[in-house]
């Protein structure tokens, strides 16, 4: 992998800046806070997506932008890769846009976490590293934060040796060797419920055998019941047909019964039947006398309704005249009324009217006497008088038709009586019919009940006999009922028990197959205790033992180019610490000068990296190396040893960052990184 350019957009201090990366050995150069450490954050944030513990968005996103970007330019096996990624302030917090990905002319839009995949494949780190932590290998094979170097050697030694099996990625042996021992305890778990599963093994084994014993028991019981049941179901059969026979002859005789019962009820109703029709004659009898003596002397209605005819239109006249006379003395009264009125008006004018002359009283006079009323009055009397006489001879014949109408209605009476005394002689004739014919009616019953009473005879001890056989029959049948239920019950119980056998036989076999299968856990059980947890053990020994080997010469080697001084020696112990030796004695850490301990932690990340690209293969990025603040401390002296490091590296593109001048003198080339106005500019 060699770096060919990184565009900032917006970026902590950059607003819009390309940085291009030559091959050789590259110096970014500038005062501290200039912003070069954020050209390295950028590259691994392009790489790899922000880090919520190291490398946050709101670390990156520069203040007051809603947007940024970084874009970087690659190439990895002589092919040019570019890769984007967009940050974006939220309402709460700055998210990672969709970036894209360009590789071979081909551009793919992708999610921040379908980019890191993607690139993982192109550095060809380790599949079983990209589940855990993903960007572990480059952190130490292409860029360590110094501090985070410092951090490492300074490290708890179980911990940084955790680490150290990861980024060699041997880490597995442990792995094995853990799972070895979740598998034992598994193993053990299972083993102690198969255990609890076959404890009672020799129990179900002896409960089987009392089974087979009891279905033997069962089965030679059935044996001797099946000849008692077939004999008694023979008798049955026999006593069923003879039964039958009888019922036949009981059914015929309850027939015949049957029939006599009826005809004695016939009888019985035909004889009362008679009675009651004599019974009813005699009535007749008397109630017909009855009516002929009361209706003899009826006299004829014919006579009674000519002269109601008579008399009503005797009644319509005289109440015509009686109108014709109201109308007449209306009449009369109105003229009375009138003259006399007109005579009142006579006498009280003086002029008349119309011609308007004066009235003289002998004129008023003569038409008094033309208007005089007395003859009028004469003829209303008269009206008046016959009226009366009219009105009386109206109520006279009111009450002669009364008179006549109760008379049509005492005939039409005795009329309704003859008329019922007729039907009551009919129904005296239908009564003699039927007394005929009811003695006709009881005679034939009579004859059928002595042919019954003769059927009957023989018969009568057959209801005897019937029953002697039933009850044979019925102590047959309950007797062959509890032998059927005694098979029945010993043949469900001899089901039930070879049932349970083969339950038992089932279980049996499965417990078996457990107790196998116990024998062979018991044995994997061992042998992972006792030979392979051991020779993992012994494995990874031998693996950490030739990457100790490797990694102490190496980090040694370094160390002693970085420092010349005889009395301070170094070395690594089984554990990847760092043992200074000074003067013969172990001397800490943090007892030496800043330069020194930036050398032991410059050697110790030079041979990192080192052992590394040697033990993992595959991986495209051993041709670039990035050195943050690497010569922290050091003498002009020290600073001079930096070039012959850097010489023996022989690495295609190593990028240091420094703002020590000196290394300027002997690296290929230099970037200058200046800031104003908190703005970071980058110039070669």
Same mark, same amino acid.
């Given at each position: 992998?060699?770096? +060919? %350019?990184?565009?900032?957009? #917006?970026?902590?201090?950059?607003?819009?800046?390309? !940085?291009?990366?030559?091959?050789? %050995?590259?110096?970014?150069?500038? &005062?501290?806070?200039? $912003?070069?450490?954020?050209?390295?954050?950028?590259?691994?944030?392009?790489?790899?997506?922000?880090?919520?513990?190291?490398?946050? $968005?709101?670390?990156?996103?520069?203040?007051?932008?809603?947007?940024?970007?970084?874009?970087?330019?690659?190439?990895?096996?002589?092919?040019?890769?570019?890769?984007?990624?967009?940050?974006?302030?939220?309402?709460?917090?700055?998210?990672?846009?969709?970036? /894209?990905?360009?590789?071979?002319?081909?551009?793919?839009? =992708?999610?921040?976490?379908?980019?890191?995949?993607?690139?993982?494949?192109?550095?060809?780190?380790?599949?079983?590293?990209?589940?855990?932590?993903?960007?572990?290998? /480059?952190?130490?094979?292409?860029?360590?934060?110094?501090?985070?170097?410092?951090?490492?050697?300074?490290?708890?030694?179980?911990?940084?040796? &955790?680490?150290?099996?990861?980024?060699?990625?041997?880490?597995?042996?442990?792995?094995?060797?853990?799972? =070895?021992?979740?598998?034992?305890?598994?193993?053990?778990?299972?083993?102690? #419920?198969?255990?609890? @599963?076959?404890?009672?093994?020799?129990?179900?084994?002896?409960?089987?055998?009392?089974?087979?014993?009891?279905?033997?028991?069962?089965?030679?019981?059935?044996?001797?019941?099946?000849?008692?049941?077939?004999?008694?179901?023979?008798?049955?059969?026999?006593?069923?047909?003879?039964?039958?026979?009888?019922?036949?002859?009981?059914?015929?005789?309850?027939?015949?019964?049957?029939?006599?019962?009826?005809?004695?009820?016939?009888?019985?109703?035909?004889?009362?039947? #008679?009675?009651?029709?004599?019974?009813?004659?005699?009535?007749?009898?008397?109630?017909?006398?009855?009516?002929?003596?009361?209706?003899?002397?009826?006299?004829?209605?014919?006579?009674?309704?000519?002269?109601?005819? &008579?008399?009503?239109?005797?009644?319509?006249?005289?109440?015509?005249?009686?109108?014709?006379?109201?109308?007449?003395?209306?009449?009369?009264?109105?003229?009375?009324?009138? #003259? !006399?009125?007109?005579?009142?008006?006579?006498?009280?004018?003086?002029?008349?009217?119309?011609?308007?002359?004066?009235?003289?009283?002998?004129?008023?006079?003569?038409? %008094? +006497?033309?208007?005089?009323?007395?003859?009028?009055?004469?003829?209303?009397?008269?009206?008046?008088?016959?009226?009366?006489?009219?009105?009386?001879?109206?109520?006279?014949?009111?009450?002669?038709?009364?008179?006549?109408?109760?008379?049509?209605?005492?005939?039409?009476?005795?009329?309704?009586?003859?008329?019922?005394?007729?039907?009551?002689?009919?129904?005296?004739?239908?009564?003699?019919?039927?007394?005929?014919?009811?003695?006709?009616?009881?005679?034939?019953?009579?004859?059928?009940?002595?042919?019954?009473? +003769?059927?009957?005879?023989?018969?009568?001890?057959?209801?005897?006999?019937?029953?002697?056989?039933?009850?044979?029959?019925?102590?047959?049948?309950?007797?062959?009922?509890?032998?059927?239920?005694?098979?029945?019950?010993?043949?469900?119980?001899?089901?039930?028990?070879?049932?349970?056998?083969?339950?038992?036989?089932?279980?049996?076999?499965?417990?078996?197959?457990?107790?196998?299968?116990?024998?062979?856990?018991?044995?994997?059980?061992?042998?992972?205790?006792?030979?392979?947890?051991?020779?993992?053990?012994?494995?990874?020994?031998?693996?950490?033992?030739?990457? /100790?080997?490797?990694?102490?010469?190496?980090?040694?080697?370094?160390?002693?180019?970085?420092?010349?001084?005889?009395?301070?020696?170094?070395?690594?112990?089984?554990?990847?610490?760092?043992?200074?030796?000074?003067?013969?004695?172990?001397?800490?850490?943090?007892?030496?000068?800043?330069?020194?301990?930036?050398?032991?932690?410059?050697? /110790?990340?030079?041979?990192?990296?080192?052992?590394?690209?040697?033990?993992?293969?595959?991986?495209?990025?051993?041709?670039?190396?990035?050195?943050?603040?690497?010569?922290? $401390?050091?003498?002009?002296?020290?600073?001079?040893?930096?070039?012959?490091?850097?010489? @023996?590296?022989?690495?295609?593109?190593?990028?240091?960052?420094?703002?020590?001048?000196?290394?300027?003198?002997?690296? &290929?080339?230099?970037?200058?990184?200046?800031?104003?106005?908190?703005?970071?500019?980058?110039?070669?």
């Amino acid at each position: 992998m060699i770096l +060919r %350019s990184v565009k900032l957009e #917006n970026i902590r201090s950059y607003v819009n800046q390309q !940085i291009d990366f030559p091959t050789g %050995s590259v110096l970014l150069s500038g &005062d501290i806070g200039s $912003g070069k450490s954020t050209i390295l954050q950028s590259i691994e944030f392009a790489l790899f997506g922000v880090k919520r513990s190291d490398l946050s $968005g709101a670390s990156l996103l520069r203040h007051g932008s809603k947007t940024g970007s970084v874009e970087l330019h690659f190439s990895i096996q002589g092919k040019d890769i570019f890769i984007k990624r967009v940050l974006k302030r939220g309402k709460d917090d700055i998210k990672q846009e969709t970036g /894209y990905l360009i590789q071979d002319g081909i551009k793919n839009e =992708a999610t921040h976490i379908e980019l890191k995949s993607m690139v993982l494949d192109l550095l060809g780190y380790p599949k079983d590293l990209i589940t855990r932590s993903t960007d572990l290998m /480059y952190r130490f094979t292409v860029y360590t934060p110094q501090e985070s170097m410092k951090q490492i050697v300074q490290e708890d030694p179980e911990v940084r040796l &955790d680490t150290l099996r990861k980024v060699f990625n041997i880490d597995k042996y442990k792995r094995i060797r853990e799972n =070895a021992q979740i598998f034992i305890r598994n193993l053990k778990e299972k083993r102690k #419920n198969y255990e609890g @599963q076959i404890v009672d093994l020799d129990s179900k084994k002896k409960a089987l055998q009392a089974k087979e014993q009891e279905e033997k028991e069962l089965a030679a019981r059935l044996k001797e019941l099946s000849p008692i049941a077939d004999s008694l179901e023979e008798k049955l059969k026999e006593t069923k047909q003879a039964l039958e026979a009888k019922e036949l002859q009981v059914r015929e005789l309850l027939n015949f019964k049957k029939e006599f019962e009826l005809a004695e009820m016939q009888l019985r109703n035909k004889v009362e039947q #008679n009675e009651k029709d004599k019974q009813e004659i005699a009535q007749l009898d008397v109630e017909c006398a009855r009516i002929a003596s009361e209706t003899k002397d009826t006299p004829p209605i014919e006579e009674i309704l000519k002269e109601l005819k &008579d008399k009503e239109s005797n009644l319509e006249v005289i109440q015509r005249n009686i109108i014709d006379l109201s109308k007449k003395l209306a009449a009369f009264e109105t003229t009375v009324k009138h #003259n !006399i009125e007109t005579k009142q008006k006579i006498s009280q004018l003086d002029v008349c009217p119309l011609c308007k002359q004066a009235v003289s009283i002998s004129h008023k006079e003569a038409i %008094s +006497r033309e208007l005089d009323t007395a003859a009028l009055q004469e003829h209303i009397d008269t009206h008046k008088e016959q009226e009366k006489e009219n009105r009386q001879a109206v109520a006279k014949v009111q009450s002669q038709l009364e008179e006549l109408r109760k008379k049509q209605a005492d005939i039409r009476a005795m009329q309704i009586r003859k008329d019922s005394l007729r039907e009551k002689m009919k129904k005296q004739d239908l009564l003699h019919m039927s007394q005929n014919r009811l003695k006709l009616e009881i005679g034939a019953i009579n004859v059928k009940k002595m042919d019954l009473t +003769r059927k009957i005879a023989p018969l009568r001890d057959i209801e005897a006999t019937y029953k002697m056989i039933r009850q044979e029959h019925d102590a047959l049948a309950d007797k062959e009922m509890k032998i059927q239920l005694t098979k029945k019950e010993i043949e469900v119980r001899k089901q039930e028990t070879v049932k349970f056998i083969a339950s038992l036989e089932s279980e049996l076999r499965e417990k078996q197959i457990i107790k196998d299968m116990l024998s062979k856990i018991a044995s994997y059980q061992d042998w992972l205790e006792d030979h392979f947890t051991k020779l993992m053990a012994t494995m990874e020994k031998h693996v950490m033992l030739q990457v /100790y080997l490797e990694f102490n010469a190496l980090f040694q080697q370094w160390f002693s180019m970085l420092i010349e001084d005889e009395t301070l020696n170094v070395r690594l112990d089984d554990q990847f610490t760092p043992i200074i030796e000074q003067n013969g004695y172990e001397s800490s850490i943090d007892s030496l000068s800043g330069g020194e301990r930036t050398s032991i932690a410059l050697a /110790y990340r030079l041979a990192l990296n080192k052992v590394i690209n040697d033990i993992i293969s595959g991986i495209n990025t051993k041709e670039l190396l990035i050195l943050d603040e690497p010569t922290d $401390g050091f003498s002009s002296q020290q600073l001079d040893k930096v070039r012959d490091v850097l010489d @023996q590296l022989k690495i295609q593109q190593i990028i240091l960052v420094s703002h020590e001048t000196k290394i300027e003198s002997f690296v &290929d080339h230099v970037i200058r990184i200046s800031k104003r106005e908190h703005v970071s500019e980058a110039n070669i």
